[in-house]
């Protein structure tokens, strides 16, 4: 009450000023005028009775200021006539004001870029209490694996911990037909997630329209043909028709019944594959045709598990809970479940097994570009050092006027918060600029990533936490250094400095220091990224990307037959092969280099000495037509290319690769070699041809052993005469002439393709190398600046010595040696940091180390030309100084 | 008067002002007046710390003001006393009578 009282009342002096203060004069006036007619009632004169009041009871004044100043609203008044004041002596420059604002948008508008993707990557999710979900993944001693859906079953029947356990597959392509308007019949790729009927349960996401699966809709395979499409699918397809609810769409050609749709943005945080639908697991014969074994099979392990945890049990209790089940589960099925083992992630930690080298590459990024505004925060801070020596004799009036060393200080900082928050709004609209250019480079998928990198409530504070941060830091050291009690000698020294002090001098000469320092570990750090972008782009593919094309057209989703399926793969084979322009044209599962593998299995060699299964050793395998290496350009070291009788024939062959070859028949001729794949009971695989290495699954992968199976398979890669783009079109209308009803999938040039791989080492080399050179840049801006000051400071004393003989060359060497000194010293600095910096970065880089001699070696020459060349400019001037203007310039 | 004139001690100008105000409302001429009489003389108040006091118990709902004429026919602002403000007084006079009680006991020991 009392407060709110406090409150109105303060609130009403500051926007009644004059009304409050007016009654406060009327009752002091009468007060002093009471006292006064007491006096005179004892016959005193009027003027001898106000002295006597004046002695006895104060001046009207103070008593005044001391009212008012006992105010709160007081405080308020005199930040506000800062605020008006610094405003003031802003507008009075604006050069400096511009270019302070300039450089601190930059620096703010990156940063705030940066930290808004990074926030987008570890954010919550934008579900009910995000932080009882965790992902469970099978795997032991740190391997993290998607589950089988027996697994699943079984984990959920048991575990208590959980209030909801669900599992989902990866987004799958499916074919989406029978829907126009207009009754053509078309069919269109989309994405679709198999889910299990307490999906949306488990997140505590509800439809925005009709209504998500049951529980109970998820028990018999193959009964329940229901479906949720996303917001972006009703949108887009069915112009976000109500009617929608109960429509049937055909999927894979199977009719399905909609029954809901998704909220919009469903699921923003993290880097998540976005999809267009959601079916019911036990669909998962009709959504994913043919692969209805995998709800059986407890090897199959394909499917992500989150679970929510009930409100009184701990992540520890969930982990122990974890532990016992894994047991058990391993002894109930020990030879599926051999080691196996349960690990329980928080929903963030687990999102994609990615995140954690994205997470950290985020922060290397977000490290940089703090840099970046530390260059800049110098940069400004020089300037208004610069600034205040003119504005030494302002100062020393006020000082001298009775100013308190505060009251300066507090302004000279308002006017750096006033500057910084400038910079921070217009660095909002940097950020959201950069912000879309970089989602715009976003790596070629086929399926749209969803980062919800919108500048929410935590960007925001984050930029207004940066604005006043950097406000306060360059504006603190030279306000309490230019407001020195020492007005004497500020109001005689004017603008000439006579005998400056040491200290002021050691400020400026740590930001010069400072920023060498930063600039050359950003650009040792940018350099780094580029030469490694370098190495990553002549890493040996194992294939030749030039003139190569790929398509694919989704048989296996339409209601084809395995026969029906091969006979139109042929066929499109030899209608494209017929093609003019045309050189080769071959089939493979699976491109490399595409982020995932056709499959995996072990490996039995034929006469090699046996063990057990889970001691087998693992390889990656694809299914590749005849001619294939042919094809894609790749040499055969022995043997020969696959071949039609291969690919068709009864007897299975195979080609290997080198690393294959030299882990099983070491320095032998694998060409004539035996092996089986997965079980000891399958046919034997004759080796035909044996290839070099190349790369399968990342650049940057350890030479992997790999085995290209003669088969069936129904990617085509096609060897063109000249530019690939050229054939898409005639390749599209093949697939049309063969079958109007089928959805090609993609089209698209080899090199297109490995946008993909070569993403990570493209944007990063982008990104650092575009801050470390934004970074240069404001540092010689900076360090041009303030030696051009120093030299317009030295004026006088250059000509006098000038005027005593010196040449040019020893006036060069006067003004230079100083700065030579700190860049040495700043670029000492900076390689020492830079060193230490390189052990973070190492993981990031192809084919090079952190400590790259040449890198660093480049990047000390690149940095001391370019500093050298902002001191000579000034320094040149220095040269030539008229001794007689320089003497009369005082 | 026997002495000279003596600033209030500290932390009971409060507690006097509420005093004067408990007899009737005044205006800020008369409480300083009635101090000075009430005490013989001991304590003057001046203008810069009366009228911060009063503002102070003004905004902590101590006491509440008007405008009126003084028998003199002078425009004034009267300070009146509320409720809360003759708690306080109860309160504090109490307590100061405690404190001088206990001082006295040392004192005289």
Redesign the interface.
């Given at each position: 009450m009392a407060l709110l009282r406090n409150l109105v009342d303060g609130l009403r002096s500051l926007l009644r000023t004059e009304r409050v203060s007016k009654e406060l004069d009327e009752e002091l006036d009468g007060f002093i005028e009471m006292a006064v007619e007491e006096k005179m009632k004892q016959g005193i004169s009027r003027r001898d009775a106000l002295r006597a009041v004046r002695l006895e009871r104060g001046s009207l004044e103070v008593a005044k200021e001391a009212v008012w100043s006992a105010r709160w609203e007081c405080v308020v008044d005199t930040v506000w006539q800062d605020f008006r004041f610094a405003l003031r002596m802003l507008r009075k420059s604006p050069g400096f004001a511009a270019a302070a604002i300039l450089t601190l948008a930059l620096g703010i508008g990156i940063n705030t870029a940066i930290f808004s993707l990074l926030n987008a990557l570890i954010k919550p999710l934008n579900v009910p209490e995000p932080d009882r979900l965790v992902r469970v993944f099978s795997g032991r001693f740190g391997t993290s694996y998607e589950m089988s859906y027996p697994n699943y079953v079984d984990l959920r029947g048991s575990a208590q911990s959980f209030s909801e356990l669900a599992v989902y597959s990866f987004p799958q392509p499916m074919s989406l037909g029978g829907v126009t308007h207009s009754g053509a019949a078309t069919s269109e790729r989309v994405w679709g997630i198999v889910a299990s009927g307490n999906y949306f349960e488990t997140l505590g996401i509800s439809a925005v329209l009709g209504r998500t699966f049951a529980p109970d809709e998820d028990r018999t395979p193959d009964s329940r043909p229901l479906v949720v499409i996303s917001h972006r699918l009703w949108r887009e397809r069915f112009n976000e028709d109500p009617h929608v609810i109960g429509l049937t769409v055909k999927l894979n050609g199977y009719p399905f019944e909609v029954i809901g749709v998704a909220p919009d943005r469903m699921l923003r945080g993290g880097l998540l594959l976005s999809n267009d639908l959601w079916v019911p697991m036990m669909m998962e014969g009709e959504a994913m045709p043919g692969q209805s074994f995998k709800l059986t099979n407890r090897n199959e392990t394909f499917l992500n598990v989150i679970g929510r945890m009930r409100p009184d049990v701990s992540l520890a209790q969930v982990r122990a809970e974890a532990k016992t089940l894994a047991d058990r589960m391993e002894r109930d099925h020990p030879k599926e479940n051999h080691q196996f083992g349960l690990s329980v992630l928080t929903e963030r930690e687990g999102r994609t097994p990615f995140l954690p080298g994205l997470e950290q590459f985020g922060w290397i990024l977000m490290a940089i570009v703090a840099l970046v505004l530390f260059i800049a925060c110098a940069n400004v801070a020089g300037l208004v050092l610069v600034r205040a020596l003119g504005r030494r004799r302002e100062l020393g009036i006020r000082m001298s006027l009775g100013a308190g060393r505060w009251r300066l200080v507090r302004q000279l900082v308002t006017e750096g918060i006033i500057l910084s928050t400038c910079g921070g709004l217009l660095g909002l609209g940097i950020a959201a600029l950069a912000i879309r250019t970089i989602l715009k480079f976003a790596p070629p998928l086929p399926l749209e990533i969803s980062l919800d990198a919108s500048l929410d409530h935590r960007v925001l504070m984050f930029t207004l936490g940066a604005s006043l941060a950097t406000g306060i830091l360059f504006s603190t050291l030279p306000a309490f250094r230019s407001t020195k009690p020492d007005v004497t000698r500020m109001l005689k020294a004017g603008d000439a400095v006579v005998g400056e002090s040491r200290t002021r001098m050691m400020g400026r000469d740590a930001l010069v220091v400072g920023q060498i320092a930063v600039s050359l570990l950003l650009l040792i750090v940018g350099g780094l990224f580029i030469r490694s972008l370098g190495k990553a782009q002549r890493i040996d593919l194992g294939f030749d990307p030039t003139n190569r094309l790929l398509a694919s057209a989704d048989t296996f989703l339409a209601p084809y037959s395995d026969e029906q399926s091969r006979t139109f793969d042929a066929r499109l084979l030899e209608e494209v092969r017929s093609l003019p322009g045309v050189i080769d044209v071959s089939s493979t599962a699976f491109v490399p280099l595409s982020g995932g593998y056709l499959g995996d299995g072990q490996v039995y060699i034929e006469g090699e000495f046996p063990v057990p299964d889970y001691e087998r050793p693992k390889v990656f395998y694809d299914r590749v037509g005849a001619s294939f290496f042919r094809t894609m350009g790749t040499p055969l070291l022995a043997g020969r290319d696959l071949t039609e009788r291969d690919v068709n024939g009864s007897a299975q062959v195979t080609v290997v690769n080198q690393t294959f070859a030299d882990t099983f028949w070491p320095a032998q001729n694998p060409v004539g070699k035996r092996l089986k794949l997965n079980s000891s009971d399958s046919p034997w695989i004759e080796v035909v041809g044996l290839v070099p290495t190349g790369k399968y699954l990342s650049l940057g992968e350890a030479p992997q052993r790999h085995l290209f199976l003669a088969g069936h398979s129904s990617g085509l890669v096609i060897h063109t005469a000249g530019d690939p783009h050229q054939y898409m079109q005639a390749i599209r209308a093949a697939v049309q002439r063969l079958d109007p009803n089928l959805a090609v999938a993609s089209v698209e040039t080899m090199n297109e393709h490995l946008g993909f791989a070569f993403y990570s080492p493209r944007m990063s080399a982008f990104l650092l190398g575009l801050f470390s050179v934004l970074g240069l840049s404001l540092a010689m801006l900076g360090l041009y600046g303030l030696l051009a000051f120093v030299v317009r400071q030295r004026t006088h004393e250059v000509g006098i010595r000038i005027a005593l003989g010196a040449g040019s060359h020893d006036v060069l060497s006067v003004v230079m040696r100083q700065g030579v000194l700190l860049v040495a010293l700043g670029m000492t600095l900076g390689l020492s940091a830079a060193y230490a910096a390189s052990q973070v970065v190492a993981g990031f880089l192809y084919g090079i180390s952190g400590r790259d001699l040449l890198t660093f070696g480049e990047a000390c020459l690149l940095l001391a030309f370019v500093a050298l060349l902002a001191m000579y400019m000034p320094a040149r001037r220095a040269t030539q100084i008229d001794p007689m203007v320089a003497l009369r310039y005082e | 008067m026997a002495d000279k004139p003596s600033e209030i001690v500290q932390g009971t100008l409060d507690m006097l002002i509420l005093k004067t105000l408990a007899l009737e409302p005044m205006?800020?001429?008369?409480i300083?007046?009635r101090l000075e009489q009430m005490s013989k003389g001991t304590f003057?108040v001046?203008?810069?710390?009366l009228?911060?006091a009063l503002?102070?118990l003004?905004?902590?709902?101590m006491v509440k003001s008007e405008w009126k004429a003084?028998e003199?026919s002078?425009?004034?602002?009267y300070y009146i006393l509320t409720q809360q403000g003759r708690r306080m007084l109860d309160s504090e006079t109490r307590e100061w009578g405690r404190q001088v009680a206990a001082i006295a006991r040392i004192l005289e020991a």
């Open positions: - | 205006h800020g001429y008369g300083t007046e003057r001046n203008a810069g710390s009228f911060v503002q102070r003004q905004r902590g709902g003084t003199n002078r425009r004034a602002k």
